[in-house]
């Protein structure tokens, strides 16, 4: 089993549409989770963090983290063109390294 | 933006040369990592550390080498390359923040073609 897991999508939404991004990890020990985003080309920039269970909103973005089913989400309300790129989940081991899934690639339709 | 600098951007090159990327941090950030990218496939982690004369390696095998003489500074290095090497090469640093946890700072990549 890989340490990540997200579906490689591509996921289309509608503009305007809500998108939502699922990530699955296996070290039940994680302490800390992350989204990035990563446009073709570019390098990864950090999205939001998440530490806790629950929701934690920024702007059009809410990251959502369930440990006990160890399921990290992130939501993007109001969809954009400029949304359109690769999520990438990224979770913080027991060894303190950052591990990262392959990616979703999200495609806004304008 | 980023306080991480990576060079060169692009490296076209031959087969069995020696090549070193360059990674250079200004943020005094104590912990550096390379990432392996191929062109639409996850970021697999080669190389970390977590300060000077400490370098790991990662979960994938690589067969390129790091140091880690000077905290700003985490070069890779390859001492014949193959065309099994071409990617893109990433180069993070991290400093722990109020919960703890890793945030990564990305530079902006070396793209590797080995002819």
Not at chain 1, 68 to 85: E, M, T, W
Not at chain 2, 4 to 23: A, D, F, M, S
Not at chain 2, 88 to 93: D, E, I, P, T, V
Request: contains cysteine; hydrophobic residues 30%.
């Amino acid at each position: 089993q890989k340490e990540v897991e997200q579906n490689s999508g591509p996921l289309s939404v509608p503009e305007g549409a809500i998108a939502s991004l699922n990530c699955t990890y296996s070290d039940r020990v994680s302490q800390s989770f992350f989204w990035y985003r990563q446009y073709s080309g570019k390098s990864p920039e950090l999205i939001m963090s998440i530490y806790s269970n629950g929701d934690k909103e920024d702007g059009r973005f809410t990251a959502q983290l369930n440990k006990a089913s160890q399921y990290v989400s992130l939501l993007i309300r109001d969809s954009q063109p400029s949304d359109s790129a690769t999520y990438l989940c990224a979770v913080m081991n027991r060894d303190d390294k950052i591990i990262f899934g392959k990616g979703t690639r999200l495609h806004i339709l304008p | 933006e980023a306080d991480i600098y990576q060079t060169p951007r692009y490296l076209v090159i031959g087969t069995g040369k020696k090549i070193t990327l360059e990674c250079s941090q200004t943020m005094g950030h104590d912990k550096m990592y390379w990432y392996q990218q191929d062109p639409g496939m996850e970021l697999h982690l080669i190389h970390y550390s977590y300060g000077v004369n400490s370098t790991e390696k990662g979960d994938l095998s690589s067969e390129s080498t790091v140091s880690r003489i000077r905290t700003e500074h985490f070069p890779l290095t390859l001492e014949s390359a193959r065309p099994s090497h071409t990617s893109q090469y990433l180069c993070a640093s991290s400093a722990q923040n109020r919960a703890g946890a890793n945030v990564l700072t990305f530079g902006a990549g070396s793209r590797l073609t080995v002819l």
